[in-house]
Nanobody, 121 residues
């Protein structure tokens, strides 16, 4: 699976962005898809994940209620809708694929290149 993230940019606090992650490979629908982020000087952290099939979703506490992860298996794409953005959401956002649901970055097998989100105050 190859992943290509896009949609990052500069936004003011309180604004919204939607990230996309396009996947290549015929088995996209069998993977759990996740989003992680890495702020300068910090470790990469879990943001959200979605299972295949019924599309169960999981979120970090810091984004719950503001971010929504979704997927379109027909388009091989996963999305991260980010609302009510805060300066502390500034980071490079990565999409990733895993064979089972997990919040642990080491258990994701495939990674996209990252897209930068900057939230100004």
């Amino acid at each position: 699976v190859q992943l290509q993230a896009s949609g990052g940019g500069l936004v003011q606090a309180g604004g919204s962005l939607r990230l996309s992650c396009a996947a290549s490979g015929r088995t996209f629908s069998s993977y759990v898809m996740g989003w992680f982020r890495q702020a300068p000087g910090k470790e990469r952290e879990f943001v959200a994940a979605i299972t295949w099939g019924v599309g169960s979703t999981y979120y970090a506490d810091s984004v719950k209620g503001r971010f929504t992860i979704s997927r379109d298996n027909a388009k091989n794409t996963v999305y991260l809708q980010m609302n009510s953005l805060k300066p502390e959401d500034t980071a490079v956002y990565y999409c990733a694929a895993a064979v089972q649901i997990t919040r642990l970055r080491n258990e994701y097998d495939y990674w996209g290149q990252g897209t930068l989100v900057t939230v100004s105050s």
